[in-house]
């Protein structure tokens, strides 16, 4: 037959001060030794008095054969094992590297072969545009969650690694569809405690109206990639040979989808 844990009216304690701190009498019915008077007890107590997290369990005393007199001790948990502890939220705007092979414009040339042809292209050495890296806006962002075991079932493990590399369908925090790229989440969980999921991600703006040469304008989605093809042409000014833009493709690199279902909100 299962123990009966009640609670005794008699000998409630309870501390208010910096380091609050409770304790709370048991009496545990048809149980056979400690072992299993400690597991109904466990069982049976709320894990939490108020914002005070169980920390302890002392037998008092033995009455008879099979009835026990406990206490249980509650006191303030430490951060990390506090109950549904709130997000935390953090972000970089040190933005991150992009190889072009265009500028915006061409500001000034100088030298007699200097040609007004080029479109844009960057670094033409005669063959080939070997083009510069530049820094471009990117707003790499992350959030921290804190969530129950129900949640971080099996499923919703296998949803953050399918929605990992991908970018949002829909707008997410305020950012316009396929702005957001998710990089993944990565999780902690300390014995009794909340998971603790870190959630990162990646902005680039959607962009509208961008040239090329005299190819434009071009749309493309913040994590879109535009490329530019070049062809040979000849600078009768000048009279060289150069390479000057003949086409510019955005390709889809990322797959899209609902974020939705990482359950963060919109």
């Not at 049976?44 to 005393?61: H, M, Q």
């Not at 434009?216 to 060289?240: F, H, M, N, R, S």
């Not at 510019?248 to 797959?255: I, K, L, S, T």
Request: glycine share 10%.
């Amino acid at each position: 037959m299962a123990a009966i844990v009640q609670e005794l009216f008699a000998g409630r304690t309870e501390t208010v001060s910096d380091k609050p701190k409770a304790e709370i009498p048991y009496v545990v019915m048809q149980a056979a030794d400690e072992a299993e008077v400690k597991a109904a007890v466990f069982a049976a107590v709320p894990s939490f008095y108020g914002v005070l997290l169980l920390r302890s369990v002392t037998i008092d005393e033995r009455v008879n054969q099979t009835t026990w007199k406990v206490t249980v001790g509650y006191d303030i948990p430490e951060p990390a094992q506090q109950q549904n502890p709130q997000p935390v939220f953090s972000f970089d705007t040190g933005g991150g590297t992009q190889h072009i092979t265009q500028s915006r414009q061409t500001v000034s040339r100088y030298g007699p072969a200097a040609s007004t042809e080029l479109g844009g292209a960057i670094g033409f050495d005669g063959e080939n545009i070997s083009g510069v890296d530049i820094t471009v806006p990117v707003y790499a962002f992350s959030e921290v969650h804190y969530l129950t075991d129900a949640f971080v079932a099996p499923a919703y493990k296998g949803i953050l690694f399918n929605l990992t590399g991908t970018v949002n369908s829909a707008p997410f925090r305020l950012l316009s569809a396929g702005e957001c790229l998710f990089l993944g989440a990565s999780g902690t969980k300390r014995g009794q405690d909340a998971w603790e999921i870190t959630y990162k991600f990646a902005a680039q703006p959607n962009r509208i109206g961008l040239q090329v040469g005299t190819i434009g304008p071009i749309a493309k989605k913040g994590w879109e990639y535009l490329w530019v093809q070049y062809g040979d042409d000849v600078d009768t000014t000048a009279k060289i040979l150069i390479k000057k833009p003949i086409a510019a493709y955005v390709e889809q690199v990322y797959n899209s989808a609902d974020f939705a279902l990482l359950g963060l909100g919109p």
